[in-house]
Every structure is written in structure tokens, then in C-alpha cells.
């Protein structure tokens, strides 16, 4: 019955694969929350059913005092058990110990500039969208999704912290990759952070997540993970 259900969930697919760590616990947070959620909604359902059905009532639920102080504690305990480990990931997630790569990620309308800290100056490479006519009519080898392909990737290795380091040349962008649990705005003037670490080696795809202008549905991240 569980090897069922557990198998129709993957087939339905209702989260993106996990790339990284960050979205994995993210995830297990979720259902962490969600068992609360759960709980609450059958008992509180079950209860209405019970007084709309009922014609009696029992008269120890009222004035009762034991009653009214479980009612008031419990949910206090609920509510901190999920804010303690909401607030610990939060803070957990925004951690950098000491990431091995650090990339430089510029938001810029309508493209993004990648660039690796550690190398010399002038090593920056821009990214564009794949037009759906070079999709088209590009070999075999570089047919790719629509509206996501770019013609260079953000390249990072697998199985290491990797920091991007984000900021914008013009307007407001945001760095978004949702299967890592990414989305970093990118502000012209200010310096964001964050970290990850690639749990599969793969392409990861994403997209601005700021309105930035007419080009804004037309600046998709390309993040290659390599072995
Ligand atoms: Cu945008």
C-alpha cells in the first residue's frame, strides 16, 4: 500500500528533483509542516462533523479548566516546533563555511555575466537565450529546452560549496535556479551571497525571478554541474 502511494507521488512528480542539499532539507521541512497541517485539519474536521451531527452535548466541555489550559499550550508547542527549525535552516542556509569556488554573477538586461573569481581579469563570459530559431535549426546535439537553453553555461563541480556572489548592472534581477533552492536577488550596487552544494552532477535550468523589462521571460540560467 505505502510502496503505492510513495511510487504515484514520484510518478506525479509534485516537488523538482533535488539537485542540492539546500532543497532536499528544504523539502523535508515541508513535509515536516505539512504533518502538522495534516493532523490538525482531520481533527478539527472530524470535530465539526461530531457537534453538526450530534444532538447532545457534554457537559464536562464546559468551564473546564484542564481543557482550556491544553488548548492554550498546545498550540504554543506547535507553533515552536516548526518555527525553531524554519528560523534554524534560514540561518543554516545563509552559512558559508568556506566555499571552494566563488562566482561572480552579474544580472543584466537581458543576459547574465558569469565570471570566475579566481581567475584574471577580463575572464567574465556572457550568457544569452538560445533563440528558437538557432534551437531549430542547430544540429541534433543542440536541441534543448525552449526558452531555457543558453548559448554558454555557468559551469561548477559537483559535490563542492560553490558561492555566486550576485549583482546587477542595470535594474533589479533575481538568480534563480529552483531544483537547487536558489533565488538570490541580483541589485545594482549591493553584493548578495549565497551558497550551494550539487548533489548530482547534470544541467540545471532557471530563470530570472524580478520583473527587469520587455526581455525579462528571456534571460534563463544554464547551470552545468561537472564531475
Ligand atoms: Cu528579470
Redesign the pocket.
Known amino acids: 500500500m505505502w510502496q503505492l502511494i510513495s511510487k504515484k507521488l514520484y510518478f506525479w512528480n509534485i516537488f523538482e528533483n533535488t539537485g542540492s542539499i539546500t532543497i532536499a532539507v528544504m523539502e523535508e521541512f515541508h513535509d515536516y509542516t505539512m504533518m502538522f497541517l495534516t493532523i490538525i485539519i482531520t481533527f478539527i474536521t472530524v470535530f465539526i462533523y461530531r457537534l453538526m451531527t450530534t444532538k447532545m452535548t457534554n457537559y464536562n466541555f464546559k468551564e473546564n479548566i484542564n481543557l482550556e489550559i491544553i488548548w492554550t499550550i498546545l498550540p504554543m508547542v506547535i507553533l515552536f516546533m516548526i518555527a525553531y527549525p524554519s528560523l534554524y535552516y534560514l540561518y543554516l542556509f545563509d552559512l558559508s563555511m568556506k566555499p571552494t569556488v566563488t562566482m561572480k554573477v552579474f544580472g543584466a538586461q537581458?543576459y547574465w555575466i558569469y565570471e570566475n573569481f579566481d581567475t584574471e581579469k577580463g575572464q567574465s563570459y556572457s550568457s544569452y537565450m538560445t533563440p528558437d530559431s538557432e534551437l531549430l535549426n542547430g544540429l541534433p546535439y543542440k536541441l534543448g529546452w525552449r526558452l531555457l537553453e543558453t548559448d554558454t553555461r555557468l559551469v561548477v563541480p559537483y559535490g563542492t560549496e560553490v558561492q555566486c556572489l550576485t549583482t546587477s548592472l542595470d535594474v533589479i534581477?533575481?538568480f534563480s535556479i529552483p531544483e537547487l533552492g536558489i533565488k538570490i536577488d541580483a541589485i545594482p550596487g549591493r553584493l548578495n551571497s549565497v551558497t550551494f552544494q550539487v548533489t548530482k552532477p547534470g544541467v540545471y535550468y532557471g530563470q530570472?525571478?524580478?520583473?527587469?523589462?520587455t526581455g525579462?521571460s528571456f534571460?534563463p540560467i544554464c547551470l552545468e554541474a561537472l564531475v
Open positions: 537581458w534581477h533575481s530570472c525571478a524580478e520583473i527587469c523589462g525579462h534571460m
